[in-house]
């Protein structure tokens, strides 16, 4: 029993040797979002300390970016979600977030929450069709 | 008697050189262990994309050049005193001192297009460590422009590609914005507050509580009295506990309180540092543009900006007058 | 600023130190070189090393003219780069009023002739300018009291004088004798005379006609 928790200590202490550094901030299968819209949901999970994970990105690179759809794990549940915001470096102009934000949509396109809490980039603007019903949902724009 | 003339005549000195140079020659490039068509092509034409200003000037006032069409272009005295620490206020106007990218002719061009583009938007002196606000022509804003306002933590790039980041933590969220300096979407650069940190980057301002990079959108301007110098902001920022974005133990940072770090981190942070660059000579001298050049671009730079802003406070005070 | 042509990037070059010393060791050894070099005023090893030795050496040669030795940073990195001490002295008492008005490099460096048998280094010299050894590049040989070099000369000082003395027998004697001196000056040497030989002739046809 003992040797098997010195071996369980040092694999974690193996596991913990190396830097996790995410140099790109990448938004990747698995990655971990802020959702910041008032959904209970959203909201309930963030409590909990489990937020959300990326499990699909619906665009070939699968590295989503402004403004991109992507699937989430959350709550035990799967849900739809749009960035809004990236952690990733941006072009001039573009602002860089210090989170990777999401706002959670339904099956059909329609917004879980009413109102988004944070600032939301101005180029998202541009983006027509579903993206128009989150764009109504924000209070500020940079 | 009449042979040795003959002889006499025949060695006369001019041929006589010429065939020994063409023989040094023939025999250098036949015996040499390290000829190559590379070298020889290297001595034929040295790689060097540049003119010599000396070299232009010589051609320029040949004979061959001397016509009425030719102009006598008026040599810039040095009237200008450039202030001691003048790159500092435009570093963007030095090259990158790479020599894979270092080009004489497109570095001139592209400062000419700096100081046009200099005539027509005004980008004042900052630091990093600045309060400043940007206007920026948006297509998708209903006033078709957007203003941010942030602490300037970084500015990189040379010449035109020139950039600046701009921080600020709005609704509890930070947002960092990069700006082009000479941009065309630019439309103002305002200093709401002109001073410098104790660092040239202030990236672990991401790793610190929000309210050292929190500014108001209606931050109102600060002022500097008129011939002072720019004040150093000496705030030591508190990090927030780890993990942080880097090691930042590892960076040598002045603006920044004690971190209180296990003595481990600091061993292997010294394990990892570099003392001996600062001895480097070399190292520094490839990184870098060489003293003189420098002196020269800085001169130019400061006649060319001096002149703008003569310009421009002229045109102030002609629109101030017709009011 | 550097009046010669760099590397872009520099050697790696093998360290005192052995493995592992890196960049530091690098420094360590060049440092040795740069002293030497200012102790003696001339070294010879590898033409790599020696190349890798002249930037450190011309560098702080070029900041001790520029800055004197009040600059702060310029002490340090004499105090760093020189290893022992009194050359410091040296730099700033001798080298600097030496090298102040040299409107070219400090330091020269020549390619020397690799050793054989051996191991196929490239050697060579490195050396502050105005140093009191003999040169290295051998001076050209002055051959001019060579015995044939001599013996041109004097014929050449012989035909000058002859063809001096004939020109002025021509001025001085009356045409007669010039008609004998026409061919024999066009026999000593055919071609650049062609228009003297003329000349003659027409003065020849001008005397005949007289005569």
Same mark, same amino acid.
């Given at each position: 029993?003992?040797?098997?928790?010195?071996?369980?200590?040092?694999?974690?202490?193996?596991?913990?040797?190396?830097?996790?550094?995410?140099?790109?901030?990448?938004?990747?299968?698995?990655?971990?979002?802020?959702?910041?819209?008032?959904?209970?949901?959203?909201?309930?999970?963030?409590?909990?300390?489990?937020?959300?994970?990326?499990?699909?990105?619906?665009?070939?690179?699968?590295?989503?970016?402004?403004?991109?759809?992507?699937?989430?794990?959350?709550?035990?549940?799967?849900?739809?979600?749009?960035?809004?915001?990236?952690?990733?470096?941006?072009?001039?102009?573009?602002?860089?977030?210090?989170?990777?934000?999401?706002?959670?949509?339904?099956?059909?396109?329609?917004?879980?929450?009413?109102?988004?809490?944070?600032?939301?980039?101005?180029?998202?603007?541009?983006?027509?069709?579903?993206?128009?019903?989150?764009?109504?949902?924000?209070?500020?724009?940079? | 008697?009449?042979?040795?003339?003959?002889?006499?005549?025949?060695?006369?000195?001019?041929?006589?050189?010429?065939?020994?140079?063409?023989?040094?020659?023939?025999?250098?490039?036949?015996?040499?262990?390290?000829?190559?068509?590379?070298?020889?092509?290297?001595?034929?034409?040295?790689?060097?994309?540049?003119?010599?200003?000396?070299?232009?000037?010589?051609?320029?006032?040949?004979?061959?050049?001397?016509?009425?069409?030719?102009?006598?272009?008026?040599?810039?005295?040095?009237?200008?005193?450039?202030?001691?620490?003048?790159?500092?206020?435009?570093?963007?106007?030095?090259?990158?001192?790479?020599?894979?990218?270092?080009?004489?002719?497109?570095?001139?061009?592209?400062?000419?297009?700096?100081?046009?583009?200099?005539?027509?938007?005004?980008?004042?002196?900052?630091?990093?460590?600045?309060?400043?606000?940007?206007?920026?022509?948006?297509?998708?804003?209903?006033?078709?422009?957007?203003?941010?306002?942030?602490?300037?933590?970084?500015?990189?790039?040379?010449?035109?590609?020139?950039?600046?980041?701009?921080?600020?933590?709005?609704?509890?969220?930070?947002?960092?914005?990069?700006?082009?300096?000479?941009?065309?979407?630019?439309?103002?650069?305002?200093?709401?507050?002109?001073?410098?940190?104790?660092?040239?980057?202030?990236?672990?301002?991401?790793?610190?509580?929000?309210?050292?990079?929190?500014?108001?959108?209606?931050?109102?301007?600060?002022?500097?009295?008129?011939?002072?110098?720019?004040?150093?902001?000496?705030?030591?920022?508190?990090?927030?506990?780890?993990?942080?974005?880097?090691?930042?133990?590892?960076?040598?940072?002045?603006?920044?309180?004690?971190?209180?770090?296990?003595?481990?981190?600091?061993?292997?942070?010294?394990?990892?540092?570099?003392?001996?660059?600062?001895?480097?000579?070399?190292?520094?001298?490839?990184?870098?543009?060489?003293?003189?050049?420098?002196?020269?671009?800085?001169?130019?730079?400061?006649?060319?900006?001096?002149?703008?802003?003569?310009?421009?406070?002229?045109?102030?005070?002609?629109?101030?007058?017709?009011? | 600023?550097?009046?010669?042509?760099?590397?872009?990037?520099?050697?790696?070059?093998?360290?005192?130190?052995?493995?592992?010393?890196?960049?530091?060791?690098?420094?360590?050894?060049?440092?040795?070189?740069?002293?030497?070099?200012?102790?003696?005023?001339?070294?010879?090893?590898?033409?790599?090393?020696?190349?890798?030795?002249?930037?450190?050496?011309?560098?702080?040669?070029?900041?001790?003219?520029?800055?004197?030795?009040?600059?702060?940073?310029?002490?340090?990195?004499?105090?760093?780069?020189?290893?022992?001490?009194?050359?410091?002295?040296?730099?700033?008492?001798?080298?600097?009023?030496?090298?102040?008005?040299?409107?070219?490099?400090?330091?020269?460096?020549?390619?020397?002739?690799?050793?054989?048998?051996?191991?196929?280094?490239?050697?060579?010299?490195?050396?502050?300018?105005?140093?009191?050894?003999?040169?290295?590049?051998?001076?050209?040989?002055?051959?001019?009291?060579?015995?044939?070099?001599?013996?041109?000369?004097?014929?050449?000082?012989?035909?000058?004088?002859?063809?001096?003395?004939?020109?002025?027998?021509?001025?001085?004697?009356? @045409?007669? &004798? $010039? =008609? #004998? *001196?026409? @061919?024999? &000056? $066009? =026999? #000593? *040497?055919?071609?650049?005379?062609? =228009?003297?030989?003329?000349?003659?002739?027409?003065?020849?046809?001008?005397?005949?006609?007289?005569?």
């Amino acid at each position: 029993m003992n040797v098997i928790c010195r071996q369980a200590v040092s694999l974690t202490q193996a596991a913990r040797s190396f830097s996790t550094t995410s140099c790109l901030h990448e938004l990747r299968k698995l990655s971990r979002v802020r959702v910041v819209d008032n959904s209970s949901i959203g909201r309930a999970a963030a409590v909990a300390g489990k937020p959300g994970r990326v499990i699909h990105v619906y665009n070939k690179q699968e590295v989503a970016t402004l403004g991109d759809k992507v699937l989430l794990a959350i709550k035990g549940q799967k849900k739809r979600a749009y960035v809004v915001g990236v952690k990733q470096r941006q072009k001039a102009g573009v602002p860089r977030f210090d989170t990777n934000n999401v706002v959670l949509i339904e099956d059909n396109g329609a917004p879980v929450g009413t109102r988004i809490t944070v600032p939301i980039p101005s180029i998202l603007r541009s983006k027509e069709g579903d993206f128009t019903k989150i764009l109504s949902l924000a209070t500020k724009f940079v | 008697m009449a042979l040795l003339a003959h002889v006499a005549r025949g060695c006369s000195r001019i041929p006589k050189l010429q065939l020994e140079a063409a023989l040094s020659v023939r025999f250098q490039s036949t015996l040499s262990h390290n000829d190559t068509k590379a070298r020889r092509a290297r001595e034929l034409r040295p790689r060097r994309n540049y003119l010599l200003n000396d070299e232009v000037e010589q051609h320029r006032k040949s004979l061959l050049q001397q016509s009425p069409e030719v102009e006598e272009i008026p040599v810039q005295q040095a009237e200008a005193n450039v202030p001691r620490d003048f790159r500092h206020v435009m570093p963007e106007f030095l090259p990158d001192p790479n020599p894979l990218y270092r080009d004489r002719v497109t570095e001139k061009l592209e400062r000419m297009d700096m100081y046009r583009r200099r005539t027509c938007i005004d980008i004042p002196e900052f630091y990093v460590g600045s309060i400043m606000a940007v206007t920026m022509a948006d297509h998708h804003a209903p006033g078709k422009q957007s203003r941010f306002v942030g602490i300037c933590i970084q500015r990189s790039g040379t010449g035109l590609r020139a950039d600046f980041t701009l921080r600020n933590v709005i609704d509890g969220q930070g947002v960092e914005v990069r700006f082009d300096m000479y941009g065309a979407s630019l439309q103002k650069i305002e200093v709401l507050k002109l001073e410098q940190r104790l660092d040239d980057e202030l990236f672990y301002l991401r790793d610190a509580a929000q309210e050292y990079s929190t500014i108001p959108f209606d931050f109102e301007p600060v002022p500097l009295p008129k011939g002072a110098t720019v004040p150093v902001n000496s705030t030591k920022v508190k990090l927030n506990p780890r993990p942080w974005l880097e090691r930042w133990e590892r960076h040598e940072l002045k603006g920044v309180e004690d971190l209180n770090l296990p003595e481990k981190k600091y061993r292997r942070a010294r394990q990892v540092a570099k003392p001996w660059e600062r001895w480097d000579l070399m190292k520094r001298q490839r990184e870098s543009i060489n003293e003189d050049e420098e002196e020269s671009i800085m001169k130019e730079t400061y006649m060319e900006t001096e002149s703008t802003r003569r310009a421009r406070g002229r045109q102030k005070a002609s629109l101030k007058k017709t009011r | 600023m550097l009046r010669f042509r760099i590397r872009t990037r520099p050697r790696k070059m093998a360290s005192l130190e052995g493995l592992g010393s890196g960049p530091e060791g690098r420094l360590k050894r060049l440092r040795k070189h740069v002293t030497a070099l200012i102790r003696h005023e001339r070294l010879e090893t590898t033409y790599a090393q020696c190349d890798e030795t002249r930037g450190y050496a011309e560098k702080l040669i070029t900041m001790a003219v520029r800055n004197g030795d009040r600059d702060k940073h310029t002490m340090e990195m004499a105090d760093y780069w020189l290893l022992e001490k009194d050359l410091i002295h040296k730099l700033f008492k001798v080298l600097v009023p030496r090298y102040q008005s040299l409107p070219a490099t400090a330091t020269s460096i020549h390619r020397i002739s690799t050793e054989y048998p051996g191991d196929g280094r490239h050697m060579g010299v490195l050396e502050l300018k105005g140093n009191p050894w003999p040169p290295v590049r051998p001076q050209p040989r002055n051959t001019r009291l060579h015995l044939h070099n001599i013996q041109l000369e004097e014929a050449k000082k012989e035909y000058h004088q002859e063809r001096l003395r004939a020109k002025s027998a021509a001025a001085a004697v009356p @045409p007669e &004798g $010039s =008609s #004998v *001196d026409g @061919p024999a &000056g $066009s =026999s #000593v *040497d055919p071609d650049p005379i062609d =228009s003297e030989s003329e000349s003659g002739e027409s003065k020849n046809s001008g005397d005949s006609s007289k005569r």
